[in-house]
């Protein structure tokens, strides 16, 4: 598990965040108890034995994190939400350079609004968060079995075209300027 995290930060920031949002969710779905986890996760994975000491040691360190953070019932690591910060800035640097990027992220506009409007939670600081909410709340879904609105994976298909483009930024090692 920790070696696919660590792929994912090197190929697809966004995928990358998805799947710690998964994590901290596993890591409540079993109280934080470790020895559960070892059990029913670790223990079930057809994965080597080094692998695996590495992702306890990497899943404990998300469980103090988690706890010293205060989040054991929602929320996301710091660490997390600063990259998600930074892809919003990111976001914000290229609306103001890239013609192409402001036409794909234009098609979000409609979609945006009307989560915005029928949301009946607290709206995120930014378009960027509820772009990464939108395609993790579909992925949950799926999980569990659900049927997603068509409405939500137009919406999504969106969000992820402006997404794929501000990832292809930031594992460019685009920087957005200060100021």
Do not use: C
């Amino acid at each position: 598990m920790k070696s696919i995290a660590d792929k994912k930060k090197k190929e697809n920031i966004i995928e990358y965040i998805l799947y710690l949002y998964r994590m901290e969710d596993l890591l409540r779905a079993y109280q934080f108890e470790m020895n559960e986890v070892n059990e029913y996760v670790l223990g079930h994975k057809n994965v080597q034995e080094e692998d695996k000491e590495e992702t306890r040691v990497w899943l404990s360190s998300m469980i103090q994190a988690m706890k010293h953070e205060g989040i054991q019932k929602k929320g996301h690591l710091q660490r997390t939400q600063k990259l998600v910060d930074r892809l919003a800035k990111i976001h914000w640097q290229l609306l103001k350079e890239e013609a192409e990027y402001m036409a794909v992220y234009r098609k979000t506009q409609p979609h945006l609004l009307q989560l915005i409007t029928d949301s009946q939670q607290e709206i995120p600081e930014h378009e960027i968060q509820i772009f990464i909410n939108t395609l993790y709340g579909i992925l949950l879904s799926k999980l569990n079995g659900h049927k997603i609105p068509e409405e939500i994976m137009n919406a999504a298909s969106s969000f992820g075209d402006t997404l794929a483009m501000l990832n292809h930024a930031y594992m460019s090692g685009y920087e957005p300027k200060l100021g």
